[in-house]
Protein backbone atom coordinates (compact mmCIF):
# COMPACT_ATOMS: atom_id res chain seq x y z
CA UNK A 1 0.00 0.00 0.00
CA UNK A 2 1.14 3.77 -1.02
CA UNK A 3 2.36 6.35 2.09
CA UNK A 4 -1.00 8.24 3.27
CA UNK A 5 -3.80 5.63 1.67
CA UNK A 6 -7.06 6.78 1.34
CA UNK A 7 -10.44 6.06 2.33
CA UNK A 8 -13.44 6.64 3.44
CA UNK A 9 -15.71 5.92 6.55
CA UNK A 10 -18.29 3.93 4.93
CA UNK A 11 -21.45 5.98 3.64
CA UNK A 12 -22.27 7.77 0.44
CA UNK A 13 -25.53 10.07 -0.92
CA UNK A 14 -27.94 8.13 -2.76
CA UNK A 15 -28.85 9.22 -6.08
CA UNK A 16 -32.04 10.41 -5.99
CA UNK A 17 -33.20 7.87 -8.14
CA UNK A 18 -32.42 5.39 -5.27
CA UNK A 19 -34.58 7.76 -2.89
CA UNK A 20 -37.18 7.86 -5.34
CA UNK A 21 -37.84 4.27 -5.29
CA UNK A 22 -36.41 3.72 -1.73
CA UNK A 23 -39.85 5.76 -1.01
CA UNK A 24 -42.18 3.90 -3.60
CA UNK A 25 -40.86 0.85 -2.15
CA UNK A 26 -41.95 1.86 1.59
CA UNK A 27 -45.51 3.04 -0.47
CA UNK A 28 -45.86 -0.72 -1.87
CA UNK A 29 -45.85 1.28 -5.36
CA UNK A 30 -42.42 -0.82 -6.24
CA UNK A 31 -41.28 -3.87 -5.95
CA UNK A 32 -38.43 -4.78 -3.27
CA UNK A 33 -36.72 -6.76 -6.52
CA UNK A 34 -36.69 -3.51 -9.00
CA UNK A 35 -35.42 -1.42 -5.76
CA UNK A 36 -32.48 -3.73 -5.33
CA UNK A 37 -31.48 -3.45 -9.45
CA UNK A 38 -31.14 0.20 -8.71
CA UNK A 39 -29.18 -0.05 -5.52
CA UNK A 40 -26.93 -2.06 -7.63
CA UNK A 41 -26.53 0.33 -10.46
CA UNK A 42 -25.91 2.83 -7.75
CA UNK A 43 -22.84 0.72 -5.82
CA UNK A 44 -21.39 0.26 -9.32
CA UNK A 45 -21.50 3.98 -9.80
CA UNK A 46 -20.29 4.74 -6.61
CA UNK A 47 -17.05 2.08 -7.61
CA UNK A 48 -16.30 3.87 -10.05
CA UNK A 49 -16.50 7.27 -9.18
CA UNK A 50 -14.06 6.41 -6.28
CA UNK A 51 -11.76 4.96 -8.85
CA UNK A 52 -11.74 8.05 -10.89
CA UNK A 53 -11.16 10.34 -7.75
CA UNK A 54 -8.41 8.01 -6.71
CA UNK A 55 -9.57 6.59 -3.34
CA UNK A 56 -7.30 3.56 -2.52
CA UNK A 57 -9.11 1.65 -0.65
CA UNK A 58 -13.21 1.43 -1.31
CA UNK A 59 -16.43 1.29 0.72
CA UNK A 60 -19.82 -0.21 -1.09
CA UNK A 61 -21.26 3.18 -0.06
CA UNK A 62 -24.45 1.57 1.45
CA UNK A 63 -27.24 2.36 -1.13
CA UNK A 64 -28.79 -0.52 0.87
CA UNK A 65 -28.95 0.46 4.28
CA UNK A 66 -31.15 3.25 5.80
CA UNK A 67 -29.57 3.51 8.87
CA UNK A 68 -26.39 1.92 10.25
CA UNK A 69 -27.70 0.23 13.25
CA UNK A 70 -31.21 -0.39 12.00
CA UNK A 71 -29.59 -2.58 9.10
CA UNK A 72 -28.64 -4.85 11.29
CA UNK A 73 -31.36 -5.17 13.38
CA UNK A 74 -33.48 -5.77 10.57
CA UNK A 75 -31.73 -8.95 9.44
CA UNK A 76 -30.93 -10.18 12.76
CA UNK A 77 -32.72 -11.70 15.95
CA UNK A 78 -34.62 -10.21 18.77
CA UNK A 79 -35.21 -6.92 17.57
CA UNK A 80 -38.21 -4.91 16.08
CA UNK A 81 -38.19 -0.88 15.11
CA UNK A 82 -39.48 0.81 17.41
CA UNK A 83 -40.25 4.23 15.49
CA UNK A 84 -38.20 7.38 14.21
CA UNK A 85 -36.49 9.14 17.11
CA UNK A 86 -34.08 12.33 16.61
CA UNK A 87 -29.91 11.62 16.24
CA UNK A 88 -28.72 15.37 15.72
CA UNK A 89 -30.67 18.29 14.00
CA UNK A 90 -33.71 17.44 11.60
CA UNK A 91 -32.00 14.13 11.27
CA UNK A 92 -34.06 11.01 12.66
CA UNK A 93 -33.27 7.26 12.57
CA UNK A 94 -35.46 4.39 13.38
CA UNK A 95 -34.41 3.03 16.37
CA UNK A 96 -34.67 -0.50 17.33
CA UNK A 97 -35.91 -2.05 20.28
CA UNK A 98 -34.37 -5.72 21.57
CA UNK A 99 -37.81 -7.45 22.32
CA UNK A 100 -35.72 -11.40 22.73
CA UNK A 101 -32.43 -12.83 22.65
CA UNK A 102 -30.29 -11.67 19.83
CA UNK A 103 -28.40 -12.89 17.14
CA UNK A 104 -27.56 -13.55 13.58
CA UNK A 105 -29.98 -15.35 11.13
CA UNK A 106 -27.84 -15.24 8.24
CA UNK A 107 -25.07 -13.44 6.86
CA UNK A 108 -26.13 -9.38 6.77
CA UNK A 109 -23.11 -7.95 4.62
CA UNK A 110 -21.22 -10.68 2.51
CA UNK A 111 -23.62 -10.88 -0.64
CA UNK A 112 -23.19 -6.42 -1.11
CA UNK A 113 -19.63 -7.00 0.03
CA UNK A 114 -19.05 -9.60 -2.85
CA UNK A 115 -21.01 -7.63 -5.11
CA UNK A 116 -19.01 -4.72 -4.81
CA UNK A 117 -15.57 -6.47 -4.66
CA UNK A 118 -16.06 -7.86 -7.75
CA UNK A 119 -16.17 -4.56 -9.18
CA UNK A 120 -13.12 -3.42 -9.05
CA UNK A 121 -9.30 -4.96 -8.36
CA UNK A 122 -8.99 -2.21 -5.40
CA UNK A 123 -9.41 -3.92 -1.64
CA UNK A 124 -13.34 -2.71 -0.59
CA UNK A 125 -13.83 -2.74 3.08
CA UNK A 126 -15.73 -4.71 4.79
CA UNK A 127 -18.44 -2.71 6.70
CA UNK A 128 -19.78 -3.85 10.03
CA UNK A 129 -21.53 -1.92 12.89
CA UNK A 130 -19.97 -2.57 16.63
CA UNK A 131 -21.81 -3.93 19.25
CA UNK A 132 -21.81 -1.66 21.61
CA UNK A 133 -22.96 0.94 19.19
CA UNK A 134 -26.46 -1.27 18.22
CA UNK A 135 -26.94 -2.18 21.82
CA UNK A 136 -26.85 1.76 22.93
CA UNK A 137 -28.52 2.87 19.80
CA UNK A 138 -31.73 0.39 20.50
CA UNK A 139 -33.95 0.64 23.14
CA UNK A 140 -33.29 -2.35 25.45
CA UNK A 141 -36.65 -3.72 26.42
CA UNK A 142 -35.00 -7.43 27.31
CA UNK A 143 -31.86 -8.18 28.54
CA UNK A 144 -31.87 -6.83 32.08
CA UNK A 145 -28.14 -5.61 31.75
CA UNK A 146 -26.70 -3.89 29.14
CA UNK A 147 -23.43 -6.03 29.64
CA UNK A 148 -25.03 -9.29 28.69
CA UNK A 149 -26.57 -7.14 25.50
CA UNK A 150 -23.65 -5.85 24.40
CA UNK A 151 -21.63 -9.43 24.36
CA UNK A 152 -24.48 -11.52 22.72
CA UNK A 153 -24.45 -8.35 19.98
CA UNK A 154 -20.51 -9.23 19.92
CA UNK A 155 -20.87 -12.70 19.22
CA UNK A 156 -22.87 -12.17 16.42
CA UNK A 157 -20.59 -9.52 14.79
CA UNK A 158 -17.64 -11.87 15.10
CA UNK A 159 -19.24 -14.64 13.11
CA UNK A 160 -20.22 -11.65 10.47
CA UNK A 161 -16.69 -10.68 10.42
CA UNK A 162 -15.33 -14.55 10.34
CA UNK A 163 -17.70 -14.94 7.31
CA UNK A 164 -16.52 -11.29 5.47
CA UNK A 165 -13.23 -12.61 6.07
CA UNK A 166 -13.98 -16.04 4.13
CA UNK A 167 -15.74 -13.82 0.98
CA UNK A 168 -12.04 -12.33 0.49
CA UNK A 169 -12.46 -8.76 2.78
CA UNK A 170 -8.75 -8.04 3.74
CA UNK A 171 -10.00 -4.33 5.57
CA UNK A 172 -13.06 -5.01 7.71
CA UNK A 173 -14.37 -1.93 9.47
CA UNK A 174 -16.17 -2.21 13.09
CA UNK A 175 -17.75 1.37 13.38
CA UNK A 176 -18.51 2.09 16.85
CA UNK A 177 -19.32 6.08 17.35
CA UNK A 178 -21.28 4.79 20.61
CA UNK A 179 -18.07 3.78 22.14
CA UNK A 180 -17.83 6.59 24.35
CA UNK A 181 -21.05 7.42 25.77
CA UNK A 182 -20.09 6.27 29.04
CA UNK A 183 -16.57 6.34 29.37
CA UNK A 184 -16.11 5.38 32.73
CA UNK A 185 -18.64 2.95 33.09
CA UNK A 186 -18.30 1.16 30.08
CA UNK A 187 -15.18 1.50 28.24
CA UNK A 188 -13.93 -2.08 29.71
CA UNK A 189 -16.89 -3.67 27.98
CA UNK A 190 -17.11 -1.95 25.14
CA UNK A 191 -13.21 -3.23 24.88
CA UNK A 192 -14.15 -7.01 26.01
CA UNK A 193 -17.12 -6.62 23.09
CA UNK A 194 -14.47 -5.82 20.48
CA UNK A 195 -12.01 -8.49 21.71
CA UNK A 196 -14.96 -11.01 21.14
CA UNK A 197 -15.50 -9.10 17.63
CA UNK A 198 -11.72 -9.53 16.33
CA UNK A 199 -11.07 -12.84 17.38
CA UNK A 200 -9.12 -14.86 15.68
CA UNK A 201 -9.14 -12.61 12.31
CA UNK A 202 -6.09 -11.68 9.58
CA UNK A 203 -7.57 -9.35 8.13
CA UNK A 204 -6.83 -5.56 8.77
CA UNK A 205 -9.03 -3.88 11.47
CA UNK A 206 -10.26 -0.69 11.58
CA UNK A 207 -12.75 1.03 14.41
CA UNK A 208 -14.50 4.61 13.45
CA UNK A 209 -14.98 6.34 16.78
CA UNK A 210 -16.12 9.74 15.89
CA UNK A 211 -17.35 12.70 17.58
CA UNK A 212 -17.80 13.31 21.53
CA UNK A 213 -15.98 13.32 24.38
CA UNK A 214 -12.95 11.29 22.77
CA UNK A 215 -9.96 12.23 25.34
CA UNK A 216 -12.09 10.77 27.90
CA UNK A 217 -11.01 7.47 26.95
CA UNK A 218 -7.45 8.28 25.99
CA UNK A 219 -5.11 6.37 25.93
CA UNK A 220 -7.38 3.48 26.79
CA UNK A 221 -8.58 3.09 23.25
CA UNK A 222 -4.95 2.50 22.83
CA UNK A 223 -5.96 -1.21 24.11
CA UNK A 224 -8.79 -1.82 21.53
CA UNK A 225 -8.07 -4.94 19.48
CA UNK A 226 -7.83 -3.41 16.00
CA UNK A 227 -5.11 -2.38 13.87
CA UNK A 228 -6.12 1.38 13.30
CA UNK A 229 -8.76 3.61 14.79
CA UNK A 230 -10.32 6.19 12.73
CA UNK A 231 -11.20 9.94 13.99
CA UNK A 232 -12.90 12.80 13.46
CA UNK A 233 -9.58 15.49 13.77
CA UNK A 234 -11.51 18.33 11.33
CA UNK A 235 -14.59 18.83 13.29
CA UNK A 236 -12.87 19.95 15.83
CA UNK A 237 -10.01 21.80 14.08
CA UNK A 238 -7.54 19.14 15.00
CA UNK A 239 -7.95 19.85 18.61
CA UNK A 240 -7.47 16.14 19.24
CA UNK A 241 -4.08 15.84 18.09
CA UNK A 242 -3.08 17.80 21.26
CA UNK A 243 -4.04 14.46 23.75
CA UNK A 244 -2.30 12.27 21.12
CA UNK A 245 1.37 13.51 21.66
CA UNK A 246 1.23 11.94 25.38
CA UNK A 247 1.49 8.72 25.76
CA UNK A 248 2.00 8.54 21.78
CA UNK A 249 -0.61 7.14 19.42
CA UNK A 250 0.61 3.44 19.08
CA UNK A 251 -2.12 2.38 16.58
CA UNK A 252 -2.72 3.35 12.91
CA UNK A 253 -5.12 6.33 12.66
CA UNK A 254 -7.66 6.98 10.01
CA UNK A 255 -7.15 10.48 10.31
CA UNK A 256 -10.32 12.73 10.20
CA UNK A 257 -9.50 15.33 7.73
CA UNK A 258 -12.93 16.21 5.60
CA UNK A 259 -16.02 18.17 7.59
CA UNK A 260 -18.88 15.13 6.89
CA UNK A 261 -21.57 17.58 8.49
CA UNK A 262 -20.63 21.05 6.39
CA UNK A 263 -21.41 21.67 2.84
CA UNK A 264 -18.68 23.67 1.99
CA UNK A 265 -15.80 21.63 -0.28
CA UNK A 266 -12.25 22.18 1.28
CA UNK A 267 -9.35 22.92 -0.40
CA UNK A 268 -6.52 20.25 -1.66
CA UNK A 269 -4.20 22.64 -0.05
CA UNK A 270 -6.48 22.79 3.04
CA UNK A 271 -6.73 19.14 3.42
CA UNK A 272 -2.90 19.10 2.68
CA UNK A 273 -2.27 21.92 6.33
CA UNK A 274 -4.48 19.00 7.94
CA UNK A 275 -2.28 16.08 7.33
CA UNK A 276 0.76 17.97 8.21
CA UNK A 277 -0.58 18.46 11.39
CA UNK A 278 -1.44 14.97 12.13
CA UNK A 279 1.97 14.33 10.86
CA UNK A 280 3.54 16.87 13.41
CA UNK A 281 1.89 13.75 16.04
CA UNK A 282 2.00 10.87 14.65
CA UNK A 283 4.21 9.35 12.20
CA UNK A 284 3.56 9.17 8.23
CA UNK A 285 3.58 5.25 8.61
CA UNK A 286 0.60 5.02 10.84
CA UNK A 287 -1.48 7.83 9.08
CA UNK A 288 -5.07 6.71 6.97
CA UNK A 289 -6.39 9.59 5.56
CA UNK A 290 -9.95 10.18 5.32
CA UNK A 291 -13.20 12.07 6.31
CA UNK A 292 -14.87 12.32 9.64
CA UNK A 293 -17.41 10.51 9.39
CA UNK A 294 -19.79 9.06 6.42
CA UNK A 295 -20.83 10.77 3.80
CA UNK A 296 -24.35 10.33 3.16
CA UNK A 297 -26.02 13.65 4.33
CA UNK A 298 -23.92 15.58 1.84
CA UNK A 299 -24.85 15.72 -1.98
CA UNK A 300 -23.78 14.11 -4.67
CA UNK A 301 -21.52 17.27 -5.96
CA UNK A 302 -20.10 17.74 -2.24
CA UNK A 303 -19.28 14.33 -1.92
CA UNK A 304 -17.64 13.93 -5.23
CA UNK A 305 -15.67 17.68 -4.14
CA UNK A 306 -14.75 16.98 -0.73
CA UNK A 307 -13.01 13.61 -2.12
CA UNK A 308 -11.08 14.69 -4.87
CA UNK A 309 -9.64 17.77 -2.33
CA UNK A 310 -8.91 14.99 -0.13
CA UNK A 311 -7.14 12.90 -2.19
CA UNK A 312 -5.38 15.85 -4.32
CA UNK A 313 -4.08 17.09 -0.52
CA UNK A 314 -2.89 13.79 0.45
CA UNK A 315 -1.07 14.02 -3.28
CA UNK A 316 0.26 17.24 -1.89
CA UNK A 317 1.69 15.56 1.29
CA UNK A 318 2.92 12.12 -0.41
CA UNK A 319 4.93 14.49 -2.82
CA UNK A 320 6.93 16.92 0.18
CA UNK A 321 7.43 13.33 1.59
CA UNK A 322 9.47 12.42 -1.68
CA UNK A 323 7.06 9.52 -2.31
CA UNK B 1 -51.37 15.67 43.38
CA UNK B 2 -50.29 17.06 39.74
CA UNK B 3 -49.06 15.29 36.54
CA UNK B 4 -46.64 16.51 34.08
CA UNK B 5 -43.80 16.65 32.22
CA UNK B 6 -40.41 17.95 31.98
CA UNK B 7 -39.88 19.39 28.86
CA UNK B 8 -39.16 18.40 24.88
CA UNK B 9 -41.52 16.68 23.33
CA UNK B 10 -41.34 14.56 19.69
CA UNK B 11 -41.17 16.80 17.21
CA UNK B 12 -42.66 14.62 14.25
CA UNK B 13 -45.33 11.80 14.10
CA UNK B 14 -45.33 8.65 13.52
CA UNK B 15 -44.82 7.65 9.52
CA UNK B 16 -46.59 7.84 7.60
CA UNK B 17 -47.87 11.17 8.92
CA UNK B 18 -45.51 13.61 7.25
CA UNK B 19 -42.97 15.16 9.30
CA UNK B 20 -43.50 19.10 8.58
CA UNK B 21 -40.92 20.28 11.09
CA UNK B 22 -38.27 18.01 9.96
CA UNK B 23 -39.20 19.03 5.96
CA UNK B 24 -39.18 22.77 7.18
CA UNK B 25 -35.98 22.84 8.14
CA UNK B 26 -34.62 20.76 5.04
CA UNK B 27 -36.23 23.61 3.17
CA UNK B 28 -34.80 26.58 5.07
CA UNK B 29 -31.32 24.93 4.70
CA UNK B 30 -31.47 24.73 1.01
CA UNK B 31 -32.77 28.51 1.22
CA UNK B 32 -36.18 27.44 -0.28
CA UNK B 33 -38.19 28.78 2.80
CA UNK B 34 -37.74 32.01 5.29
CA UNK B 35 -37.45 31.23 8.96
CA UNK B 36 -41.03 32.71 9.43
CA UNK B 37 -42.04 29.79 7.17
CA UNK B 38 -40.31 27.58 9.54
CA UNK B 39 -41.90 29.39 12.54
CA UNK B 40 -45.06 28.86 11.19
CA UNK B 41 -44.76 25.22 10.90
CA UNK B 42 -43.32 25.15 14.37
CA UNK B 43 -46.59 27.57 15.47
CA UNK B 44 -48.55 23.80 14.51
CA UNK B 45 -46.92 21.71 15.61
CA UNK B 46 -47.09 23.15 19.26
CA UNK B 47 -50.19 23.53 19.54
CA UNK B 48 -50.83 20.14 18.35
CA UNK B 49 -48.57 18.96 21.22
CA UNK B 50 -50.26 21.08 23.67
CA UNK B 51 -53.40 19.63 22.73
CA UNK B 52 -52.27 15.81 22.65
CA UNK B 53 -50.37 16.69 26.37
CA UNK B 54 -54.14 17.80 27.21
CA UNK B 55 -56.39 14.90 25.69
CA UNK B 56 -53.57 12.60 28.04
CA UNK B 57 -54.74 14.35 31.11
CA UNK B 58 -51.56 15.83 31.72
CA UNK B 59 -52.06 18.61 34.03
CA UNK B 60 -49.31 20.92 33.62
CA UNK B 61 -47.62 20.99 30.24
CA UNK B 62 -44.87 22.52 28.53
CA UNK B 63 -44.56 23.86 24.74
CA UNK B 64 -42.51 20.64 23.80
CA UNK B 65 -39.84 22.78 23.27
CA UNK B 66 -40.29 22.21 19.10
CA UNK B 67 -38.43 25.13 18.10
CA UNK B 68 -34.98 24.18 20.36
CA UNK B 69 -32.33 22.23 18.20
CA UNK B 70 -31.17 21.43 21.68
CA UNK B 71 -31.23 22.86 24.90
CA UNK B 72 -28.17 24.37 24.95
CA UNK B 73 -27.63 26.12 21.23
CA UNK B 74 -31.39 27.92 21.42
CA UNK B 75 -30.40 29.73 24.54
CA UNK B 76 -26.31 29.87 23.32
CA UNK B 77 -27.57 31.70 19.96
CA UNK B 78 -29.62 34.29 21.83
CA UNK B 79 -27.16 35.35 24.40
CA UNK B 80 -24.27 37.63 23.73
CA UNK B 81 -20.88 36.01 23.26
CA UNK B 82 -21.17 32.89 22.07
CA UNK B 83 -20.03 31.27 18.95
CA UNK B 84 -21.57 27.31 17.42
CA UNK B 85 -18.57 24.75 17.49
CA UNK B 86 -18.64 20.87 16.70
CA UNK B 87 -20.52 18.41 16.79
CA UNK B 88 -20.92 16.90 20.40
CA UNK B 89 -23.00 13.80 22.40
CA UNK B 90 -25.40 14.86 24.77
CA UNK B 91 -24.81 13.13 27.98
CA UNK B 92 -24.85 8.97 27.69
CA UNK B 93 -27.78 9.45 24.62
CA UNK B 94 -27.73 9.05 21.05
CA UNK B 95 -28.20 12.67 20.25
CA UNK B 96 -25.57 15.05 19.23
CA UNK B 97 -25.64 18.89 19.54
CA UNK B 98 -23.66 21.61 18.53
CA UNK B 99 -21.51 22.81 21.58
CA UNK B 100 -21.65 26.21 22.20
CA UNK B 101 -18.22 28.38 22.69
CA UNK B 102 -17.89 31.37 24.98
CA UNK B 103 -15.88 33.52 23.38
CA UNK B 104 -16.46 36.69 24.96
CA UNK B 105 -18.51 38.44 27.98
CA UNK B 106 -22.06 36.40 27.85
CA UNK B 107 -24.98 38.46 28.53
CA UNK B 108 -28.42 38.60 27.94
CA UNK B 109 -29.58 40.69 24.55
CA UNK B 110 -33.49 40.24 25.69
CA UNK B 111 -35.87 37.37 25.76
CA UNK B 112 -35.71 34.56 24.29
CA UNK B 113 -38.27 32.23 25.43
CA UNK B 114 -41.16 34.57 26.25
CA UNK B 115 -42.86 34.78 23.02
CA UNK B 116 -42.74 31.12 22.93
CA UNK B 117 -44.39 30.89 26.63
CA UNK B 118 -47.05 33.76 25.35
CA UNK B 119 -47.70 31.68 22.17
CA UNK B 120 -47.98 28.44 24.41
CA UNK B 121 -50.26 30.46 26.77
CA UNK B 122 -52.61 31.12 23.97
CA UNK B 123 -53.22 27.73 22.27
CA UNK B 124 -53.10 25.46 25.22
CA UNK B 125 -56.02 23.94 27.09
CA UNK B 126 -53.75 23.08 30.04
CA UNK B 127 -51.29 25.58 32.47
CA UNK B 128 -48.01 25.85 31.22
CA UNK B 129 -44.63 26.14 32.42
CA UNK B 130 -41.74 27.60 30.86
CA UNK B 131 -38.82 25.63 30.56
CA UNK B 132 -35.47 27.28 30.65
CA UNK B 133 -31.93 25.33 30.33
CA UNK B 134 -30.04 26.52 34.02
CA UNK B 135 -26.26 28.27 34.00
CA UNK B 136 -24.56 25.58 35.44
CA UNK B 137 -25.94 22.61 32.78
CA UNK B 138 -25.12 25.56 29.72
CA UNK B 139 -21.45 26.16 31.08
CA UNK B 140 -20.81 22.23 31.61
CA UNK B 141 -22.10 21.48 28.18
CA UNK B 142 -20.14 24.45 26.45
CA UNK B 143 -16.43 24.60 25.52
CA UNK B 144 -15.00 28.16 27.80
CA UNK B 145 -12.55 29.79 25.58
CA UNK B 146 -13.14 33.19 27.55
CA UNK B 147 -13.74 33.23 31.17
CA UNK B 148 -10.61 32.68 33.60
CA UNK B 149 -12.69 29.72 35.57
CA UNK B 150 -15.51 27.79 35.46
CA UNK B 151 -17.03 29.48 38.26
CA UNK B 152 -16.47 32.82 36.68
CA UNK B 153 -18.78 31.48 33.43
CA UNK B 154 -21.41 29.77 35.34
CA UNK B 155 -21.89 32.75 37.96
CA UNK B 156 -21.80 35.01 34.55
CA UNK B 157 -24.67 33.19 33.03
CA UNK B 158 -26.92 32.89 35.54
CA UNK B 159 -26.64 36.67 35.44
CA UNK B 160 -27.70 36.42 31.83
CA UNK B 161 -30.88 34.17 32.52
CA UNK B 162 -32.01 36.03 35.96
CA UNK B 163 -33.17 38.32 33.26
CA UNK B 164 -34.96 35.58 30.71
CA UNK B 165 -36.47 34.19 34.29
CA UNK B 166 -37.78 37.56 35.40
CA UNK B 167 -39.35 38.12 32.03
CA UNK B 168 -41.35 35.21 31.93
CA UNK B 169 -42.37 36.71 35.16
CA UNK B 170 -43.69 39.43 34.04
CA UNK B 171 -45.54 37.70 31.01
CA UNK B 172 -47.38 35.72 33.91
CA UNK B 173 -45.55 32.65 34.10
CA UNK B 174 -46.79 31.73 37.60
CA UNK B 175 -43.96 27.93 37.61
CA UNK B 176 -41.11 28.54 35.97
CA UNK B 177 -38.66 25.69 35.49
CA UNK B 178 -34.73 25.66 35.28
CA UNK B 179 -33.07 22.32 34.21
CA UNK B 180 -29.44 21.51 35.78
CA UNK B 181 -28.96 17.61 34.57
CA UNK B 182 -25.18 18.92 34.08
CA UNK B 183 -24.89 19.56 37.99
CA UNK B 184 -24.52 15.57 38.24
CA UNK B 185 -21.36 15.45 35.79
CA UNK B 186 -19.41 18.00 38.16
CA UNK B 187 -20.86 16.99 41.79
CA UNK B 188 -17.78 18.14 43.37
CA UNK B 189 -18.61 21.87 41.99
CA UNK B 190 -21.63 22.04 44.29
CA UNK B 191 -20.61 25.36 46.14
CA UNK B 192 -20.52 27.39 42.44
CA UNK B 193 -23.53 25.53 41.60
CA UNK B 194 -25.40 27.38 44.81
CA UNK B 195 -24.08 30.18 44.49
CA UNK B 196 -25.32 30.68 40.91
CA UNK B 197 -28.76 29.85 42.00
CA UNK B 198 -29.28 32.59 44.69
CA UNK B 199 -28.10 34.87 41.25
CA UNK B 200 -30.47 33.16 38.89
CA UNK B 201 -33.59 33.63 41.21
CA UNK B 202 -32.40 36.70 42.50
CA UNK B 203 -36.24 38.70 42.66
CA UNK B 204 -38.20 36.11 40.15
CA UNK B 205 -41.50 36.64 41.23
CA UNK B 206 -42.65 32.69 40.68
CA UNK B 207 -42.88 29.41 41.84
CA UNK B 208 -39.39 28.02 41.15
CA UNK B 209 -38.89 24.37 40.25
CA UNK B 210 -35.17 23.00 39.46
CA UNK B 211 -34.94 19.82 37.57
CA UNK B 212 -32.19 17.44 37.05
CA UNK B 213 -32.60 14.00 35.73
CA UNK B 214 -30.05 11.41 34.05
CA UNK B 215 -29.02 10.13 37.34
CA UNK B 216 -29.35 10.36 41.31
CA UNK B 217 -28.85 13.15 43.73
CA UNK B 218 -26.18 10.99 46.15
CA UNK B 219 -23.76 13.38 47.18
CA UNK B 220 -25.99 16.59 46.86
CA UNK B 221 -28.65 15.41 49.28
CA UNK B 222 -29.86 17.52 51.55
CA UNK B 223 -27.26 19.90 50.44
CA UNK B 224 -30.30 20.69 47.46
CA UNK B 225 -32.83 21.85 50.05
CA UNK B 226 -30.57 25.10 50.91
CA UNK B 227 -31.41 26.43 47.60
CA UNK B 228 -34.27 29.02 47.04
CA UNK B 229 -36.31 26.69 45.14
CA UNK B 230 -39.81 25.26 46.01
CA UNK B 231 -39.65 22.20 43.68
CA UNK B 232 -37.12 19.47 43.23
CA UNK B 233 -37.27 17.44 40.18
CA UNK B 234 -35.86 14.42 40.31
CA UNK B 235 -35.03 11.19 37.90
CA UNK B 236 -36.36 8.50 39.80
CA UNK B 237 -35.94 5.76 36.37
CA UNK B 238 -31.81 6.57 35.94
CA UNK B 239 -31.66 7.28 39.24
CA UNK B 240 -33.46 4.75 41.27
CA UNK B 241 -31.30 5.49 44.01
CA UNK B 242 -32.75 8.20 44.77
CA UNK B 243 -35.37 6.69 46.68
CA UNK B 244 -33.15 5.64 48.93
CA UNK B 245 -31.31 9.23 49.08
CA UNK B 246 -34.25 10.94 50.02
CA UNK B 247 -34.46 8.80 52.81
CA UNK B 248 -31.57 10.08 54.63
CA UNK B 249 -33.01 13.99 55.50
CA UNK B 250 -36.73 15.46 55.91
CA UNK B 251 -37.76 16.41 51.90
CA UNK B 252 -38.44 19.87 52.72
CA UNK B 253 -39.81 20.88 49.38
CA UNK B 254 -42.06 20.12 46.65
CA UNK B 255 -41.22 16.70 44.53
CA UNK B 256 -41.01 16.62 40.88
CA UNK B 257 -41.40 12.30 40.65
CA UNK B 258 -39.93 11.62 37.54
CA UNK B 259 -41.14 7.65 37.71
CA UNK B 260 -41.98 6.74 34.08
CA UNK B 261 -38.86 5.51 31.90
CA UNK B 262 -38.70 8.68 29.39
CA UNK B 263 -35.67 6.74 27.39
CA UNK B 264 -36.75 3.60 26.92
CA UNK B 265 -39.86 2.15 24.91
CA UNK B 266 -40.77 -0.71 27.42
CA UNK B 267 -44.18 0.75 28.45
CA UNK B 268 -44.69 0.96 32.27
CA UNK B 269 -48.33 -0.26 33.85
CA UNK B 270 -50.02 2.36 35.64
CA UNK B 271 -50.09 0.04 38.97
CA UNK B 272 -46.28 0.39 38.59
CA UNK B 273 -46.82 4.29 38.57
CA UNK B 274 -49.37 4.40 41.23
CA UNK B 275 -47.29 2.33 43.15
CA UNK B 276 -44.23 4.73 42.55
CA UNK B 277 -46.22 7.36 43.66
CA UNK B 278 -47.54 5.75 46.76
CA UNK B 279 -44.15 5.13 47.97
CA UNK B 280 -43.54 8.85 47.46
CA UNK B 281 -46.10 9.90 49.29
CA UNK B 282 -44.49 8.14 52.09
CA UNK B 283 -41.66 10.93 51.98
CA UNK B 284 -43.91 13.83 51.15
CA UNK B 285 -47.29 14.66 51.36
CA UNK B 286 -49.33 13.87 48.33
CA UNK B 287 -50.16 17.00 47.70
CA UNK B 288 -46.92 18.56 47.31
CA UNK B 289 -46.26 15.83 43.97
CA UNK B 290 -45.89 16.78 40.57
CA UNK B 291 -45.54 13.01 38.88
CA UNK B 292 -43.92 12.89 35.51
CA UNK B 293 -41.53 11.16 33.19
CA UNK B 294 -38.33 10.41 33.97
CA UNK B 295 -36.97 13.29 31.52
CA UNK B 296 -38.02 15.02 28.58
CA UNK B 297 -39.57 12.48 26.17
CA UNK B 298 -38.30 13.05 22.80
CA UNK B 299 -36.10 9.79 23.30
CA UNK B 300 -38.92 8.17 22.22
CA UNK B 301 -41.12 7.61 19.11
CA UNK B 302 -44.11 9.87 19.13
CA UNK B 303 -46.83 7.45 19.58
CA UNK B 304 -44.56 5.40 22.88
CA UNK B 305 -44.39 9.19 24.24
CA UNK B 306 -48.22 9.79 24.13
CA UNK B 307 -48.79 6.15 25.32
CA UNK B 308 -46.70 7.00 28.48
CA UNK B 309 -48.07 10.29 29.00
CA UNK B 310 -51.79 8.28 29.25
CA UNK B 311 -50.37 5.31 31.07
CA UNK B 312 -48.84 7.89 33.80
CA UNK B 313 -52.48 9.93 33.98
CA UNK B 314 -54.15 6.32 34.54
CA UNK B 315 -51.64 5.84 37.06
CA UNK B 316 -52.17 8.52 39.24
CA UNK B 317 -55.79 8.75 38.62
CA UNK B 318 -55.52 5.20 40.36
CA UNK B 319 -52.99 6.21 43.27
CA UNK B 320 -55.38 9.26 44.40
CA UNK B 321 -58.20 6.73 44.08
CA UNK B 322 -56.04 5.06 46.61
CA UNK B 323 -54.93 7.51 48.91
CA UNK B 324 -58.89 9.01 48.91
Redesign the interface.
Known amino acids: MTLLPTTTVGSFPKPPYLLEARRKVARKQMEPGELQELERRATEEWIRRQEEIGLDILVDGEMYRGDMVAFFADQMEGFEIAGLVRSYGNRYYPKPAVVGPVGRKKPVTVEWFTFAQRLTSRPVKGMLTGPYTIAEWSFNEYYPTRRELVLELARAVHEEAVDLERAGARYIQIDEPAIHTRPDEDFELAREAMEIVTRGLSAYTITHVCYGDVPRIYPAMLSLPVNQIDLALKNDDFALLEVFRTPRFTKDIGAGVIDAHSHRVETPEEVADGIRRTLAVIPAAQVYVSPDCGLKTRTLEETVGKLTAMVEGTRIVRRELGS | MITTVVGNY ?3 P ?3 AP ?1 R ?2 TG ?2 KVQRGEWTRAELRRVEDEVTAEILAEQAEAGIDLVTDGQIRW ?1 DGQTYFARALEGFAI ?5 YF ?6 RQPVVRGEVAWRGPITVEDYRFAVAHSPRPVKPVVTGPFTLAVLSRNEYYRTFDDLVVALAAALNQELRALAAAGAALIQVDEPGLLLRRDQFPVFRRAMDVLWNGVAARRALYTYFGHVDGLYPALLDLPIDILGLDFVAGVRNWEVLRRARFTKELGLGILDAR ?3 MESPEEVAAAVRLAAELVPADSLYVSPSAGL ?7 ARRKLEVLVAGVRRAKEGVA
Open positions: PKIDPPGWRVEEGGLQRDTNVYYNTREFLPRRV
